[in-house]
Nanobody, 118 residues
Framework: QVPLVESGGGLVQAGGSLRLSCAASRNIFGINTMGWYRQAPGRQRELVAHIISGSITNYADSVKGRFTISINNAKDTVYLQMNNLKPEDTAVYYC????????????WGQGTQVTVSS
């Protein structure tokens, strides 16, 4: 069973919005952090935003004020609302979950493409 299932990527014009979703498998227990990373061609994967213990959020400086991360704890689903998108936001976006039952382990989604045209 795929541990994390992402959806919501696509093509949008600059200034537009997209909402990404990531649902964790019910086979994952003890999730304490969920977040989004992105990787553009030729660049390293970087943190976009994450949410810890259901409420503590952190954002990359480049997305502050434009992106909002939220979580539905009952469904183990994390969302990334992306507004005022810029061409430099173009990347493959990956969902990540950190769980600690039975041991600490990172889970990754398969990635979803976000393309912002100028």
């Amino acid at each position: 069973q795929v541990p994390l299932v992402e959806s919501g990527g696509g093509l949008v014009q600059a200034g537009g919005s997209l909402r990404l979703s990531c649902a964790a498998s019910r086979n994952i227990f003890g999730i304490n952090t969920m977040g989004w990373y992105r990787q553009a061609p030729g660049r390293q994967r970087e943190l976009v935003a994450h949410i810890i213990s259901g409420s503590i959020t952190n954002y990359a400086d480049s997305v502050k004020g434009r992106f909002t991360i939220s979580i539905n704890n009952a469904k183990d689903t994390v969302y990334l609302q992306m507004n005022n998108l810029k061409p430099e936001d173009t990347a493959v976006y990956y969902c990540k979950a950190v769980a600690d039952i039975p041991v600490r382990r990172d889970y990754w989604g398969q990635g979803t493409q976000v393309t912002v045209s100028s």
